[in-house]
């Protein structure tokens, strides 16, 4: 089974720094998708931004960039020019590429969260 | 824009009672999901359905169940609510093909008493 960890449960940044959010995950798999979304105090979750294993690109999503790093699995995110609207929770997620009968493989599997806060 | 609708935000139900969570999603979506989340947890998945009538138990199935008559509607049953199931309950869906994304509902907050 995959497993997803955000080892960080708190982070804070100043307003227009920079700030890296850490995600490494466990899998037997070569073909997948990883995720980050944010969830603000309204609690709507929102999709910040998502990579394909298969690409050795970066995605980047204006402000908010991945380093992946297939071979350690590891998945991070950083956030530039820090804005107040940044303040949420923000979740790593995990799912397979592989198509298998049933739905087993649609399912998202997510880390514990990072609290980011931001101070003016 | 995709939209996932959870019929309640804020429930209190006592002990012992049943429970219908409802979620309906606007986009024909093929995939829907229902996760609870708990304060240093995160999310975990309780059960997902990929088709009408087709379902399949997540990682937390224990004193739930689910419905699903129809393409766009999803509920949740806690046949006999308990303390322990007061937590946040998230609803979700896609389609089929394994790379879309998972759009989420705003949440429903239970507690029970």
């Known amino acids: 089974a995959q497993t997803v960890t955000q080892s960080q449960p708190e982070m804070s940044v100043q307003e227009a720094e920079t700030v890296t959010l850490s995600c490494t995950y466990d899998?037997?798999?070569?073909?997948?998708?990883l995720f980050w979304y944010k969830q603000p105090p309204s609690r709507q979750m929102i999709l910040v931004i998502r990579?394909?294993?298969?690409?050795?690109q970066n995605a980047t999503e204006n402000r908010f960039s991945v380093n992946f790093q297939k071979a350690a699995k590891s998945f991070s995110l950083k956030i530039s020019d820090s804005q107040l609207g940044d303040a949420a929770m923000y979740f790593c997620?995990?799912?397979?590429?592989?198509?298998?009968?049933?739905?087993?493989?649609?399912?998202?599997?997510f880390g514990k969260g990072t609290l980011l806060t931001v101070n003016p | 824009d995709v939209k996932v609708t959870q019929s309640s935000r804020y429930l209190v139900k006592r002990t012992g009672e049943k429970v219908f969570l409802e979620c309906v999603q606007d986009?024909?979506?093929?995939?829907m999901f229902w996760y609870r989340q708990d304060p240093g947890l995160g999310l975990r998945l309780i059960y997902f359905?990929?088709?009408?009538?087709?379902?399949e138990k997540g990682d937390i199935p224990e004193g739930y169940s689910v419905s699903r008559e129809k393409k766009e509607r999803f509920s949740l049953i806690l046949e006999s609510a308990s303390t322990n199931q007061t937590s946040m309950y998230l609803c979700?869906?896609?389609?089929?093909?394994?790379?879309?994304?998972?759009?989420f509902g705003e949440g429903s907050w239970l507690t029970v008493v």
């Open positions: 979700a869906s896609s389609f089929r093909v394994s790379g879309n994304t998972i759009y």
């Open positions: 899998t037997s798999e070569s073909d997948y998708y």
């Open positions: 990579q394909e294993a298969y690409k050795q």
């Open positions: 997620a995990y799912r397979s590429a592989k198509v298998a009968s049933g739905g087993s493989n649609y399912k998202l599997t």
């Open positions: 986009m024909d979506h093929e995939n």
């Open positions: 359905s990929y088709d009408v009538k087709m379902k």
